[in-house]
């Protein structure tokens, strides 16, 4: 008896637990195999933290081989599909190309950093969505604060000031880890203990964390004002060189180091499978299954799926969502191949939690507004909830970060070149499906 297989492409918030469900609901009697480039799935919340020195980046890199024994983990990205001959076309970790044959398909690949049409941006900017990006940042703030300690007044301001742009929860947790990072750096510096370092926070909108309640937004602005983070709302960037920025203000700053924190774009991978679109997102049902293709399902932040709790609109590309439709889609595939029955996703929003740095934080679980050392306690506590596995040692890091004075150290693992903006997604090689020709 042949046994059926499901194929999950992208082994992140979703497909991690898709597969981890799929599993589970089929009793083992179903093969899952999950296709990922890295043989981890990364918990990107807690990516502020590491680039912040709080957390070792493995804390954050759940391994999947160990934690989903009964999945088999293939390495790889995917570039192409047929869901005619039912193939997932992919690209091994050692550049071959490989396929594998599906009875039932869950697609992923959730989404990459968006980069603006802003001169300079893709050239001189880095983005902020995965581990290469977080442990650059962390080295080049590093290096920036120990070149600023024996350079010249004019390099030295240079040198010390970082500016994020977009102040949505990564730009806002970005830009206060990284404020508390970069003064604890400082005071291992004599030339630096009255060296003023910037952190500006640039934001078209007028408030920070849009989309999120007014309390959180008041807390966050608070917090950023009070910590001496250079907040400007109504302004972006107009163009970026590699020496600073022109503002959309008309003025001119002077920095080494600019993070582009200006939202996420659906990865571009998904229009290469040809599947019903909207907005770059695949288009599902209510069940997750992708329209017309009721063998293909698709969630997480590629998925246009519809919002019950909100109708006529589709789910936000959040964690929230991400990891809730994965466990959907683990046994709602489950059940297409006799395993249960299948549900309707609907998830009402329970509220955010948003890391301010130090003691501090803003959430509101429930509706009910927190802030301060309560609102950390609580977000902390959401994230280790969270996090699949990993979770004493993330507490560890946490404990001895409490009393332990920041490490400075540059790993040098990864260079600017390496994490260019636009490159913030898998490579792609664009796969389309060819018949193999009739000699072979
Ligand atoms: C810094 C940061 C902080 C965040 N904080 C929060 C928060 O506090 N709360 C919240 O709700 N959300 C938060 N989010 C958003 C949340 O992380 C995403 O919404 C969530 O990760 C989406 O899950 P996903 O499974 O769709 O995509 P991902 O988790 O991005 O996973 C996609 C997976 O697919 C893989 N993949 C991509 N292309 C291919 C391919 N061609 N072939 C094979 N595999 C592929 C990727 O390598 C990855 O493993 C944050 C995001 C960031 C970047």
Same mark, same amino acid.
């Given at each position: 008896m042949v046994r059926p297989r499901i194929v999950i492409v992208g082994g992140g918030f979703a497909g991690y637990q898709a597969a981890r469900r799929a599993s589970r609901h089929a009793r083992g009697e179903v093969d899952v195999a999950l296709i990922n480039p890295t043989d981890f799935s990364l918990y990107q919340p807690l990516l502020p933290e590491v680039a912040a020195g709080i957390l070792e980046p493995r804390r954050i890199a759940v391994p999947i081989t160990s934690t989903l024994p009964r999945v088999k983990l293939l390495l790889g990205t995917v570039g192409g599909i047929d869901t005619g001959q039912r193939l997932v076309r992919y690209v091994d970790a050692e550049n071959r190309p490989a396929e594998i044959d599906y009875d039932r398909l869950v697609i992923t690949v959730g989404a990459v950093s968006k980069v603006l049409p802003i001169k300079g941006a893709a050239e001189f900017g880095h983005g902020f969505k995965g581990l290469p990006e977080a442990l650059y940042l962390r080295d080049h703030i590093v290096r920036q604060v120990e070149l600023a300690a024996h350079a010249p007044p004019g390099e030295r301001r240079a040198r010390l000031t970082f500016v994020v742009v977009g102040a949505g929860y990564t730009g806002t947790e970005v830009a206060t880890a990284g404020h508390l990072f970069t003064r604890a750096l400082a005071r291992y510096h004599r030339s630096l203990r009255d060296e003023p370092i910037r952190w500006i926070l640039l934001h078209l909108g007028q408030s920070v964390l849009p989309g999120l309640r007014p309390s959180i937004q008041r807390t966050a602005e608070r917090v950023l004002r009070r910590r001496g983070v250079d907040l400007r709302l109504g302004v972006s960037v107009r163009e970026q060189t590699r020496e600073g920025v022109h503002l959309?203000?008309?003025?001119?700053?002077?920095?080494?180091?600019?993070?582009?924190?200006?939202?996420?774009? *659906? +990865?571009?991978?998904?229009?290469?499978?040809?599947?019903? /679109?909207? #907005?770059?997102?695949? &288009?599902?049902?209510?069940? !997750? $299954?992708?329209?017309?293709?009721?063998?293909?399902?698709?969630?997480?932040?590629?998925?246009?799926? *519809? +919002?019950?709790?909100?109708?006529?609109?589709?789910?936000? /590309?959040? #964690?929230?969502?991400? &990891?809730?439709?994965?466990? !959907? $889609?683990?046994?709602?595939?489950?059940?297409?191949?006799?395993?249960?029955?299948?549900?309707?996703?609907?998830?009402?929003?329970?509220?955010?939690?948003?890391?301010?740095?130090?003691?501090?934080?803003?959430?509101?679980?429930?509706?009910?507004?927190?802030?301060?050392?309560?609102?950390?306690?609580?977000?902390?506590?959401?994230?280790?909830?969270?996090?699949?596995?990993?979770?004493?040692?993330?507490?560890?890091?946490?404990?001895?970060?409490?009393?332990?004075?920041?490490?400075?150290?540059?790993?040098g693992l990864i260079r600017s070149g390496q994490v260019p903006l636009a490159s913030a997604g898998p490579e792609l090689p664009h796969l389309a499906y060819e018949e193999p020709d009739s000699e072979t």
């Open positions: 959309t203000d008309d003025t001119y700053v002077p920095a080494r180091t600019v993070v582009w924190t200006t939202g996420v774009a *659906p +990865d571009p991978v998904a229009a290469c499978f040809g599947l019903p /679109m909207v #907005g770059g997102r695949i &288009e599902v049902d209510e069940y !997750l $299954a992708v329209k017309g293709h009721d063998h293909v399902l698709a969630v997480g932040d590629i998925a246009a799926v *519809p +919002d019950l709790t909100r109708p006529g609109e589709y789910t936000g /590309m959040t #964690g929230q969502h991400a &990891e809730r439709q994965g466990k !959907l $889609a683990g046994r709602n595939v489950a059940a297409s191949l006799g395993y249960g029955t299948a549900k309707p996703y609907k998830h009402r929003n329970l509220g955010f939690v948003v890391d301010l740095g130090g003691w501090k934080a803003a959430a509101d679980p429930l509706g009910v507004p927190l802030s301060g050392v309560v609102a950390k306690a609580v977000t902390r506590g959401y994230h280790l909830m969270s996090v699949p596995s990993g979770r004493v040692r993330i507490a560890a890091d946490w404990l001895l970060d409490a009393f332990l004075p920041r490490q400075e150290v540059q790993l």
